[in-house]
């Protein structure tokens, strides 16, 4: 879709760090982490919620989801990890392409959902040191 943000960064004109794709699906450390290593996986095809999205193309992206997530435990060592997928301004969601956020959580992390600030931020907005841990 033309004007779509993750239309725009699946096409490669919006830079993003790009961790995996294939035919159905586009993944790609989220700009504001709530967690190191915070990844949203997006479909390829467009769709604005879930609700929409044809479940031939739901079925095409959750492989990847899966492998991104195996991907973040295996590279990062996170203890456990978070799948959110909002639809809709009453339920959080800013960006109209359905995605998957994939949020790393470790051990004596503080419970709850917020930005990282400080260090952590800093840490986890490393985006390039991030890809190079993850890939390499
Ligand atoms: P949601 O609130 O579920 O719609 O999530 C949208 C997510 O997209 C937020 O976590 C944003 O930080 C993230 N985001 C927005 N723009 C970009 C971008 N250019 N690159 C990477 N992530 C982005
Ligand atoms: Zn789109």
Redesign the pocket.
Known sequence: MEDC?FCK?IRGE?P?TKLFEDAHAYA?????PFGKGHT?VVPKFHAEQLFFLPPEELAGVMPAVQRVACLLRRKLGCDGLALMQ?NGACA????GHV?F?LIPRYAGQPAGWAPLEGEAAREAKDFEALRKQILG
């Open positions: 943000l960064i919006i993003s790609f450390l989220d700009i504001n949203l909002l959080g969601q800013t960006v995605h956020h």
